[in-house]
């Protein structure tokens, strides 16, 4: 079965750049039918959906983050990751990475979640 | 962007009671509608899909309903491992989007 894990540093330093990594395992994220997204959520908050990568390579980001943000493709590696600059307290979430099934007629629909990882930005 | 609002916000209910969330879209989304399960310190999970489909591995206590703007997640008989936030998310178009939870707590 699928599974995913988030990597990179729990601590990022404001006007800095956030960099995360997922690791797809169990699965190939060059296999047609599915995206690849980034998903936050502030500390006891609601969940925020940050963008994602197809397999072709073409990406979608939230309009709300979209000149901060970018997601690449390593399928040598079988990863995706995420990109956002100008870091803000703001940014300070738990950052999850989730497969985005395409389920034709039926929409999509994350499934499965990486664990999530906390990002804070502090200095 | 579309907005998805959940009621109730909070929600306290026994081990054994059926319990109805509903999550409102700010347009009609036909049947692109998903439902999640969060605990704490944990992962969102998948639990209803296309509005009503279960996802494989979920109790059959858990259902969904709904097309257009308004939709429902039913528990018909609450069991201690169901208390958690529940989220439901909109799959119709991009940017996706997530209601703001409703947090189901034991009476």
């Known amino acids: 079965q699928v599974q995913l894990q988030e990597s990179g540093p729990g601590l990022v330093k404001p006007s800095q750049t956030l960099s995360l990594t997922c690791t797809v395992s169990?699965?190939?994220?060059?296999?047609?039918?599915?995206?690849w997204s980034w998903i936050r959520q502030h500390p006891g908050k609601g969940l925020e959906w940050i963008g994602y990568i197809y397999y072709s390579g073409s990406t979608y980001y939230n309009p709300s983050l979209k000149s901060r943000v970018s997601i690449s493709a390593d399928t040598s590696k079988n990863q995706f990751s995420l990109k956002l600059s100008s870091v803000t307290a703001a940014d300070t979430a738990v950052y999850y990475c989730?497969?985005?099934?395409?389920?034709?007629?039926?929409?999509?629909?994350?499934?499965?979640w990486g664990q999530g990882t906390l990002v804070t930005v502090s200095s | 962007d579309i907005q998805m609002t959940q009621s109730p916000s909070s929600l306290s209910a026994s081990v054994g009671d059926r319990v109805t969330i509903t999550c409102r879209a700010s347009?009609?989304?036909?049947?692109?509608l998903n439902w999640y399960q969060q605990k704490p310190g944990k992962a969102p999970k998948l639990l209803i899909y296309a509005a009503s489909s279960l996802q494989s591995g979920v109790p059959s206590r858990f259902s969904g309903s709904g097309s257009g703007t308004d939709f429902t997640l039913t528990i018909s008989s609450l069991q201690p491992e169901d208390f958690a936030i529940y989220y439901c998310?909109?799959?119709?178009?991009?940017?996706?989007?997530f209601g703001q939870g409703t947090k189901l707590e034991i009476k």
């Open positions: 989730a497969r985005d099934y395409t389920g034709g007629p039926e929409g999509n629909w994350f499934d499965p």
């Open positions: 998310q909109q799959s119709y178009s991009t940017p996706r989007t």
């Open positions: 347009q009609s989304i036909s049947i692109y």
């Open positions: 169990g699965g190939s994220i060059s296999t047609g039918g599915y995206y």
